[in-house]
């Protein structure tokens, strides 16, 4: 009964951190204008990270009498663990970029699809401070909340209904139909990471190299003109690139 109730307390959690993150988003964009917002961006995300998810997280944890240490699984991992996870992270990647070029692919052939990019770093200090602020806090503040609470709350139904619960919610939060079945991919292996591993420093490391590429690919494509709306061609060789990484993802998780 303990279970089922901690399962239904974390649900609540889930719903009051959509809320606040909606609240946060609306007073941010009807009281500042858009030349602030863009100056602020890191800052946003920061405080975003820190105390939209983070912040009711630790309230969520103190309130429960759950001990981090135990509940959490925060336990060293084995370096041959940690390389096959960076390369898995690395391999999967590709696959989720495929996934969400699928969604936008027919969304286009609808209408215009705007996307909302981050901004390309202009400068290696600025390049670093979106390795701390966009790869390294949700790396944190993300898992300890998905893969943390969520999943190891579920996990008193099945490995399985964690894995998928915790995943869907990661999807859900990034707010963004062009941005679900990839963060739901990556999702469901972070927590399976987890599982595989028993610690949570297992799903921050896939995190982190996952958010690390896209920064790095942004920085270094910089200079690189719009390509445009994806064309059938561009999506086709998407999926075949995806494939080949599917297959490779699959070897590795055969020896991880």
Same mark, same amino acid.
């Given at each position: +009964? ?10 609540? #959690? ?14 941010? %964009?009807?009281?500042?204008? $858009? ?26 944890? %103190? ?19 940690? #390389? ?15 996934? /969400?070029?699928?969604?936008? $692919? #027919? +969304? ?6 705007? +996307? ?6 202009? *400068? ?11 790869? +390294? ?11 943390? =609470?969520?999943? /190891?709350?579920?996990?008193?139904? *099945? ?6 619960? *915790? ?6 939060? %990034? ?6 079945l990839g963060p739901l991919f990556l999702g ?18 896939? %995190? ?7 920064? $790095?690919? /942004? ?10 709306p994806i064309t059938y061609e561009v999506l ?16 590795? =998780?055969?020896?991880?």
């Amino acid at each position: +009964m303990e279970k089922k109730m901690l399962i239904k307390r974390t649900n609540y #959690l889930v719903l009051s951190v959509v809320l606040l993150y909606i609240a946060s988003q609306l007073v941010i %964009h009807f009281s500042l204008d $858009y030349e602030l917002i863009k100056k602020n961006f890191y800052l946003i995300i920061a405080f975003t990270q820190l105390f939209i998810i983070l912040l009711p997280a630790l309230v969520f944890t %103190h309130r429960e009498n759950l001990k981090p240490v135990d509940f959490f699984k925060v336990k060293s991992i084995s370096v041959p663990e940690t #390389l096959l996870i960076v390369l898995m992270a690395f391999t999967s990647s590709f696959i989720a970029s495929a996934l /969400n070029s699928i969604v936008i $692919y #027919l +969304m286009e052939r609808i209408g215009p699809v705007g +996307m909302d990019t981050i901004p390309a770093a202009k *400068s290696p200090r600025e390049f670093w401070l979106q390795v701390f602020v966009i790869a +390294m806090l949700p790396a944190i503040c993300e898992e300890f909340f998905f893969r943390g =609470i969520i999943f /190891n709350s579920y996990k008193s139904l *099945s490995i399985k209904k964690s894995i998928v619960v *915790s995943a869907f919610y990661f999807a859900l939060i %990034h707010f963004d139909i062009r941005n679900f079945l990839g963060p739901l991919f990556l999702g469901i292996l972070i927590a399976w990471y987890c599982y595989r591993t028993g610690s949570i420093i297992a799903g921050s490391i896939a %995190h982190f190299t996952n958010n690390f590429i896209s920064v $790095y690919i /942004n920085y270094k494509s910089k200079n690189i003109p719009d390509p445009g709306p994806i064309t059938y061609e561009v999506l086709i060789s998407f999926i075949v690139f995806a494939a080949f990484a599917g297959a490779f993802l699959f070897i590795i =998780i055969k020896v991880f």
